[in-house]
């Protein structure tokens, strides 16, 4: 599976960005996506996932309310949708693919086969 992040750029607190993240691989209904960012120094963290069965949603607590996650598998393409954005949501964004089923271990990394190269989400104060 090879996956491409865009929708980064440069947007003033309290401003609202969509990243989209599009698969190339035949498998993505089968996969749970997973967005995930690593701010400047800092270790690469969760963000939010969407299993396979297209309903079921984890986001980490700092972004729950502002952020909404979204798959169209017709269009093999995942989105984060990000409002009221923060300048501590500053970071370079990743999506992810893990074909684990309904993975518990969905927040971690290591579950995760497919990478995209990441996208810059910068939000000045």
């Known amino acids: 599976v090879q996956l491409q992040a865009s929708g980064g750029g440069l947007v003033q607190a309290g401003g609202s960005l969509r990243l989209s993240c599009t698969s190339s691989g035949v498998t993505f209904s089968r996969n749970a996506m997973g967005w995930f960012r690593q701010a400047p120094g800092k270790e690469r963290e969760f963000v939010a996932v969407?299993?396979?069965?297209?309903?079921?949603?984890r986001y980490t607590d700092s972004v729950k309310g502002r952020f909404t996650i979204s798959r169209d598998n017709a269009k093999n393409t995942v989105y984060l949708q990000m409002n009221n954005l923060k300048p501590e949501d500053t970071a370079v964004y990743y999506c992810?693919?893990?074909?684990?089923?309904?993975?518990?271990?969905?927040?971690?990394?290591?579950?995760?086969?497919?990478w995209g190269q990441g996208t810059l989400v910068t939000v000045s104060s």
């Open positions: 992810a693919a893990d074909a684990t089923y309904r993975n518990p271990w969905y927040y971690s990394i290591r579950s995760y086969e497919s």
């Open positions: 969407m299993f396979s069965d297209g309903g079921t949603t």
